[in-house]
């Protein structure tokens, strides 16, 4: 056994948790403020929104629809143009972050608009009868009320995240998957493919807890 | 523009032809049709329906929430049927409103839903907590402040909600449903709550209903409304006493009859063969007369009470009672004769 914990590479494991870390960290936060935006678009151009508006709708529910279809792994493939053009290279943490943004926003934007349904339409009526604008509708009304519903869809996204930096890691983007792949697998040690393994599990369940405390925290139904 | 009306009291709302019609797949709804109201200020104006009458259509022209299809609005001086934007927000912070299911914020505690309306103009931090200290003690939460909504009845939750519509210190109130949601006793203090804000801060307000119960216990002057069109109205005593519509005489039965009555009268002329059975009517100070003493004490009778209900109103009590008179044929006629004089509706019931 000791030979077995010999044989991995500590520093490595380290520095590839780091780098899923920092992959993750970033696209969540790029991906919560897109899908954010996309989420509450697509509520208030909705049916009976504030700013009902069926082209602009349309145009943005065929934009979340159409990204959140494509399966990640081929979605990096489609994207590499524009990730050389935007980040001048297809290797490193940030090379995955535009594929990683791309992937999960359309995915946060469906679960944000989701939750934002769920609000009781009476209450956005009563801001509305107390001479509420529509920005004091969405910071007041709208986010503060669907709190509980988009901080449980950011851990899930985040989760999400998880796995796909660890299929961009595979291709070049480095982090976990990338150790896996490169140390565990293609040098024939499952024992280290296994310590990645459970290197993103306890990161999982990390997220999921802090997620869960937050969600309900902030859930006085 | 300010109207005064003959009898010098000030015009605050007044309703002109409007007609609102929604178009939907089934075709065009005519849910409010050719509505005249005036309102004056101070006044408790009630809106009584039943579901699907347009009510809510109506209430909810007043503060723009709809706009009417045809006519004008005119609330405190404002068309709120033309107005838009800013002007219409600002408007509404005079227009405020309370609603069935209370409509509160869940996220925010009873303090926070209070200082919404006063965030949303623009009170400064210091100003808002004393003005929603104030409040909570006008609608009698102190206490509760730090609760969340979850945490109230629904008679508390509805107290929130109408400091909340009071804090912009409004000039007109609207109510839609506000007590449908709550059991009789919470409704009863709801209502007194109401009225005694009403008198403090002679605040006028409109409610819609489909209670006679509400209508009876606060309001000033009622409205009947029937498939979009105001049937009847006037002062509550005068529709009480004198309902002419079929729909009004059935909204003011729920209260003064107990449901079976109709069905009964049959039965007591069948009990009371001999003498007679009499309907009282009594409106305003004519019930508070000991008219039954007099009667014993002034006539050879025996005087059966059968059934009655006495509500009180804003101004004054309503009510009907059923007696048997039952003594000498002549002593029995000056009986009713005297009851006729008493200025007490009444009404012989005859056998049929
Ligand atoms: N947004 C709408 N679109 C289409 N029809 C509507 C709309 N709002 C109301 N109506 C119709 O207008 C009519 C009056 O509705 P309204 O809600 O004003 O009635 P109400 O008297 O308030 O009834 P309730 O006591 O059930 O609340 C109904 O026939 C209703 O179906
Ligand atoms: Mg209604």
Not at chain 2, 4 to 11: A, N
Not at chain 2, 264 to 289: C, K, M, N, S, Y
């Amino acid at each position: 056994m000791d030979e077995f914990l010999n044989d991995i590479k500590w520093d490595k494991l380290i520095e590839a948790t780091n780098e899923t870390i920092y992959m993750t960290s970033i696209s969540v936060v790029a991906t919560f403020i897109i899908g954010l935006l996309l989420g509450l678009l697509l509520f208030l151009t909705g049916k009976g929104g504030l700013w009902q508006n069926r082209l602009i709708n349309f145009v943005i529910a065929a934009f979340v629809n159409v990204f959140r279809s494509i399966p990640f792994i081929i979605l990096i493939v489609l994207l590499i143009p524009f990730t050389r053009a935007l980040v001048g290279s297809m290797l490193g943490a940030n090379a995955a972050l535009p594929a990683l943004i791309i992937g999960a926003a359309p995915f946060y934007a469906r679960m944000v608009e989701i939750a934002l349904r769920e609000i009781d339409k009476g209450v956005i009526e009563a801001a509305q009868s107390m001479g509420a604008n529509h920005f004091q509708i969405i910071f007041k009304v709208l986010i503060p009320e669907s709190l509980p519903a988009l901080i449980s869809g950011l851990t899930v996204t985040t989760i999400s995240l998880v796995s796909f930096t660890a299929m961009a890691g595979v291709i070049g983007a480095g982090g976990l998957g990338h150790f896996a792949y490169l140390e565990g697998f293609q040098r024939n040690r499952p024992l280290i493919t296994l310590v990645a393994t459970i290197a993103i599990l306890i990161l999982v369940f990390i997220i999921q807890f802090i997620g869960d405390y937050f969600t309900k925290k902030t859930d006085k139904r | 523009m300010e109207i005064w009306d003959k009898e010098g009291e000030h015009r605050l709302i007044s309703i002109k032809d409007v007609i609102k019609t929604y178009h939907s797949k089934g075709g065009a709804v005519k849910a409010v049709d050719h509505v005249n109201l005036e309102i004056n200020e101070g006044e408790i104006f009630g809106v009584i329906g039943y579901s699907g009458a347009g009510k809510s259509t109506l209430i909810r022209m007043l503060n723009g929430l709809e706009i009417p299809t045809t006519g004008s609005i005119n609330v405190a001086g404002r068309e709120v049927s033309k107005i838009k934007g800013a002007k219409l927000r600002k408007a509404r912070q005079e227009i405020s409103m309370i609603f069935q299911h209370f409509n509160l914020l869940w996220s925010r505690t009873v303090a926070d839903n209070i200082a919404f309306p006063l965030e949303i103009a623009g009170v400064p931090k210091p100003k808002r907590d004393q003005r929603v200290k104030e409040l909570i003690q006008l609608v009698g939460l102190d206490g509760r402040e730090k609760a969340f909504p979850s945490q109230l009845s629904g008679g508390q939750k509805q107290r929130v909600g109408i400091a909340r519509a009071l804090a912009n210190n409004p000039q007109v109130l609207l109510c839609d449903e506000a007590t449908s949601a709550l059991d009789p006793q919470t409704t009863d203090s709801i209502l007194e709550l109401l009225v005694d804000i009403n008198k403090r801060l002679g605040l006028t307000i409109v409610l819609i209903t489909h209670e006679m119960h509400v209508i009876r216990k606060i309001c000033h002057r009622v409205a009947v409304m029937e498939a979009g069109k105001i049937v009847e109205s006037g002062p509550v005593l005068e529709v009480f006493k004198n309902p002419k519509q079929p729909i009004t005489k059935r909204f003011v039965q729920q209260v003064t009859e107990p449901e079976e009555t109709r069905d009964t009268i049959d039965h007591l002329l069948d009990r009371f063969p001999h003498g007679q059975v009499v309907q009282l009517t009594f409106v305003g100070e004519a019930a508070e007369q000991p008219l039954i003493t007099e009667l014993i004490r002034q006539y050879e009778l025996t005087v059966n009470i059968l059934q009655g209900k006495i509500s009180q109103t804003q101004h004054g009590s309503y009510g009907t009672l059923f007696i048997h008179l039952d003594g000498d044929e002549r002593e029995v006629e000056k009986a009713i004769s005297y009851i006729s004089s008493q200025g007490v509706g009444m009404e012989v019931i005859e056998n049929g």
